[in-house]
C-alpha cells in the first residue's frame, strides 16, 4: 500500500513503475471527485455520483473507504482478493484513514509512505500541477500536515527525490525484480 500526502508523486511513481513493471497490478478506487482533464473512467479512477457511493458502502463492496479533502474514495474489495488469490502482485494507492483500515483488516499488508524531500517542495509540486483551485490546495495541505504526521505508522518511508529510485526501491519492497 503506498500513501502520502496530495502531490507528493505517488501517481508519478505508480505511473513509472507500472511501465516497466505491468504485471504489477493497481487497484482503480471509487471516488466521487470529478475527473480532472485526460482522466479516464475505470482507469484512474471509477468516478461514481454520491448515490453509488452510498450503495457501494451500504453493499459492502469496499475494502475500505474514507473521505478525503471534501470527496470520497473507496477500494473495491473483489478485484483485490481476486488478485491476491491469482498471486498478482497487488499495489493499493489510498490515503492515511484507508491504510488504517487495511492494517487491520489485512494486518499482513505493507504499508508505505512516500515522503516529499521539503514542504516547500510538496507545496510546489501540488501548486505546480495545476489541477486544483487554490481553495482545495489549501485543504490538501492542511491534511498534508496530519498525514506527515502519521508517518511512524508505516511500515517504510520512501523519500521522493528521484522518480526512478523510488519506483525501484518500491519494486524491490514488492519483492517484484
Ligand atoms: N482511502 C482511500 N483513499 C484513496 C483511494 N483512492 C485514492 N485515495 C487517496 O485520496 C487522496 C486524493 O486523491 P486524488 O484526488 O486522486 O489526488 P492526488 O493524490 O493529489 O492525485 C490521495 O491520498 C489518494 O491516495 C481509495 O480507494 N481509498
Ligand atoms: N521526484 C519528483 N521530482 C519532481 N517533480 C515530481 C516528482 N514526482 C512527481 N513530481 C511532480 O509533482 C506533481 C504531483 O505529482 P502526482 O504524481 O500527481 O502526485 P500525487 O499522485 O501524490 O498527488 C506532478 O506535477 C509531478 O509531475
Known amino acids: 500500500m503506498l500513501s502520502g500526502p496530495s502531490g507528493v508523486g505517488k501517481s508519478t511513481v505508480v505511473a513509472h513503475m507500472r511501465k516497466e513493471h505491468p504485471e504489477v497490478w493497481l487497484s482503480v478506487s471509487a471516488t466521487t471527485r470529478k475527473p480532472r482533464p485526460g482522466e479516464r473512467h475505470g482507469v484512474h479512477y471509477f468516478f461514481v455520483t454520491d448515490d453509488e457511493m452510498d450503495k457501494l458502502i451500504a453493499n459492502g463492496e469496499l475494502l475500505e473507504w474514507a473521505e478525503f479533502a471534501g470527496n470520497r474514495y473507496g477500494t473495491p474489495r473483489a478485484a483485490v482478493l481476486e488478485h491476491l488469490e491469482a498471486g498478482v502482485p497487488v499495489l493499493l494507492e489510498i490515503d492515511l484513514q484507508g491504510a488504517r483500515q487495511v492494517r487491520a483488516s489485512m ?65 524491490a519492497l514488492m519483492n517484484v525484480v
Open 107 to 171: 494486518p499482513e499488508a505493507q504499508l508505505v509512505f512516500l515522503a516529499p524531500p521539503s514542504w516547500e517542495e510538496l507545496v510546489r509540486r501540488l501548486t505546480g500541477r495545476g489541477t486544483e483551485s487554490p481553495e482545495v490546495i489549501d485543504r490538501r495541505l492542511e491534511a498534508a500536515k496530519t498525514e506527515l504526521a502519521a508517518e511512524p505508522e508505516f511500515d517504510e518511508t520512501l523519500v521522493n527525490t528521484s522518480v526512478e529510485d523510488v519506483a525501484r526501491e518500491l519494486l
